[in-house]
Structure formats: C-alpha cells, structure tokens
C-alpha cells in the first residue's frame, strides 16, 4: 500500500472521531476543498499541514505513517509516554465526579484589560465527551465607539484536584491564544456562582498578559440559548444586565486587574 493511501486511511479514521470535517478545517485553518482531497487520497499535505494536522488530532506527524491498525489503538489509547507533556494530559479530568454536578450553560463575567473599567460578559459550556470533561466558550464584543465587533470562540479542558476546578482553553483561528481559569466549586447551599481567577492576553494591549477575578453564573443545562448569547458584551458596573452578586464580587478593592507594563 501506498504511503499516501495509509495517510488517507488514518486522516479518515482520525476524522471520524470528530463532530463534522467543516469543524476540523476551521479549526486547523485548511481549506475544506483541499482536506477533502487529503482524505480521498488524491494529495498528500506538505510536511508543514501533516504537522498541523497531527497537532489538531493530539498526535505526532509520524502516527499518520502507521499501519492502520496501530494508528487507530494511538487514536484509541494514545501513549502518553512518549513525552513529558503527557503528564499534563494525565492531569485530565481528575475527580471526575465531582466535576459532573457542574456540568452546563454559564454566563461568566471578568475585568478585561482591554476594556477598562469595564465588565466582559462571555458564555460557556462545561460538558463530558469520551471519558474527558470539556468546555466551550463564546466570546461576542460589539464596542460601536470604538467601532468594533469581535466575535472569539474557545475550547478547552476541565479538571478538578484538591477542590479547585482548573480550566485550560484556546481560541480557535489562524492565530490562537491560551488562557487558564481557576475556580471554586459549588458550596453546599450555593450552587449558582463559581468565583475564581482567569488568565490570558490582551486583544487591544498589543497582547500584554494579564490576570483578573473571573465569576460564572450557572444557567443550567437547557437554558435559552439565543437569550444567553445575547447579554454578551462589555458592561458598565452601573448596568442593569450586572447581577448583584456579579458587581460585587468585582467591582471591590481588592478585585485589581494586574497586568506586566510594556517598558519591562
């Protein structure tokens, strides 16, 4: 068999484990056209997309020259071994049971240093897919001052350890980011608001990290979608789509937005 035959056969397998082959193009930034040839087998990716693919799939380049049966057990069973990045893999989902009673819609609200003074109200989705805890997030801006609309999307990994909900995203484009959240689970008799901190970059602070207090308000696991979407955007502290409970925890002293200025 043709090496670009196996490649053909391991991509459609890989492909298979995921929601729609749209999805994966958007993903790893291929053009649809061109992934539908990779996967008939009428090309063969250069060096650079098989690695970008492999990447996408949590793989080597190499595991794409496997003979099938071996590419689907890695697939399967991937060895974690190979690296010491597999440690942090390893890390995914930690009390998994305890994770499940937080599993759902969120609206989530934090001080961005993009917008100061200002609150950045997102939407997000914890959920459990094949043995792992996932999550989702959405992130819509419409700034008409400043004549901006931003659209971001994110997705990620949750894990609990020692009663801390640690949560691991990137943005999906051409250009991702990184971000890390950690949160404290429900309370006995509180089981509306997880208060934490997030950490990431900048979008209009030519990428400056930073880290601020980060709050999710629980909506349950059939909420109004359309509703949820649309109270994302930068709020005032004075605005009446500010919960309470939401202002309070942010709008405080010691609630201060750090960030590292750009003369260090």
């Known amino acids: 068999m043709q090496d670009i035959d196996i490649f053909a056969i391991n991509l459609k397998f890989a492909c298979a484990t995921r929601r729609s082959i749209s999805?994966?193009?958007r993903e790893i930034g291929i053009n649809r056209q061109q992934f539908n040839r990779y996967i008939g087998g009428e090309a063969r990716p250069s060096a650079h997309n098989v690695a970008r693919i492999a990447r996408f799939f949590g793989l080597s380049a190499e595991d794409f020259a496997l003979p099938a049966k071996q590419f689907e057990a890695r697939m399967t069973?991937?060895?974690r071994d190979r690296s010491d990045a597999g440690l942090l893999l390893e890390g995914f989902p930690g009390d998994i049971a305890g994770l499940r009673r937080h599993i759902g819609y969120y609206q989530t609200y934090h001080v961005s240093l993009s917008w100061p003074g200002l609150v950045v109200c997102s939407c997000a989705r914890i959920y459990e897919e094949a043995g792992s805890i996932r999550v989702k997030s959405i992130e819509r801006i419409r700034d008409p001052a400043n004549e901006i609309q931003q659209?971001?999307?994110?997705v990620g990994l949750v894990?609990?350890?020692r009663n801390r909900i640690f949560i691991a995203e990137r943005s999906i484009g051409r250009e991702p980011m990184l971000a890390q959240?950690?949160?404290?689970p429900f309370e006995v008799h509180q089981r509306v608001y997880l208060r934490g901190t997030?950490?990431?970059v900048s979008w209009r602070k030519e990428n400056l990290p930073y880290a601020s207090r980060m709050i999710w308000r629980s909506l349950g696991e059939q909420p109004d979608l359309r509703q949820m979407l649309s109270r994302c955007g930068v709020l005032s502290f004075g605005s009446r789509h500010l919960p309470q409970t939401v202002r309070a925890f942010?709008?405080?002293p010691d609630a201060e937005l750090l960030s590292i200025p750009t003369e260090y």
């Open 77 to 79: 069973r991937p060895d």
């Open 198 to 200: 997030t950490m990431g």
């Open 159 to 161: 894990t609990l350890w």
């Open 181 to 184: 959240t950690i949160l404290l």
């Open 151 to 154: 659209f971001s999307k994110y």
């Open 250 to 252: 942010l709008d405080t």
């Open 23 to 25: 999805q994966i193009c």
